[in-house]
């Protein structure tokens, strides 16, 4: 008898509380990732030429980047390229007790280019034939827009589930049903990609024409986690 007393208070407790929560708006977040291969890279080469006369390191540093350019789409016909980054310093004698001006001695001229491709395989092909002619000054992997896009829905369906699950653990413990409730609002943010972080290699200084051949380099382009976050605002009636 006393069981069922007991009992009896429990569900009238739980009826009362449920009747001062009609009316509660609460705020759930929920967050999601998805992790896939990276299918794209992006390499950036450089050439640097010096030399007393700055029509002739100019005239060296656009040969170098033009023969460069044709390798590169030798090795890789589907890659984009963008060339920037054109730069020209002049090289001045070091500084004279005597406060005279420097006077140039000569120039120091370069320019980058960057590679974006989705041919990951042909990569380090492609790269050691850049290298006869070009520096390789960064290498980044991540996600191409195509992959990032087919990978949305994904990442937003586990960030809504993981608000629904946190939703019916607050349904719970306000002794209310979420089927009870409606969402007054639903907001998506902090969508995004974390990639990891570029390898990066340093660059000669200076590059001179006909250089030996490199050898290939194995490159392992990892993977990227997409993210995002869900945020409810939930009435319950």
Same mark, same amino acid.
């Given at each position: 008898m006393k069981k069922?007393?007991?009992l009896a208070g429990v569900l009238l407790c739980t009826q009362v509380f449920a009747q001062q929560t009609r009316g509660s708006i609460v705020m759930v977040s929920g967050s999601g990732e998805v992790k896939a291969e990276n299918d794209q890279a992006k390499a950036t080469f450089f050439i640097e030429e010096q030399d007393k006369d700055r029509a002739a390191a100019a005239s060296r540093v656009n040969q170098s980047m033009k023969q460069g350019t044709e390798l590169i789409k030798k090795a890789d016909p589907d890659g984009k390229l963008a060339t920037r980054g054109y730069y020209s310093?002049?090289?001045y004698s070091e500084s004279s007790s005597n406060n005279k001006a420097r006077i140039i001695t000569g120039w120091r001229v370069g320019q980058y280019l960057d590679l974006t491709t989705k041919n990951i395989q042909q990569l380090p092909a492609t790269v050691a034939a850049a290298q006869?002619? +070009? =520096? +390789? *000054?960064g290498l980044s992997f991540g996600?191409?827009?195509e992959a990032t896009q087919r990978l949305d829905a994904a990442r937003l369906d586990s960030a809504y589930k993981n608000m629904q699950e946190r939703a019916q653990i607050i349904a719970k413990a306000m002794g209310r049903n979420l089927n009870d409730a409606s969402i007054e609002l639903l907001d998506v943010d902090g969508v995004g990609a974390i990639h990891p972080e570029?390898?990066? !290699? =340093?660059a000669a200084p200076m590059m001179m024409k006909g250089s030996a051949a490199v050898p290939e380099t194995n490159f392992e382009a990892g993977d990227s986690t997409l993210t995002a976050r869900v945020v409810a605002k939930i009435? !319950? *009636?």
């Open positions: 069922i007393i007991l310093y002049p090289i006869q002619v +070009l =520096a +390789l *000054n996600l191409s827009d570029p390898r990066m !290699f =340093a009435k !319950f *009636n």
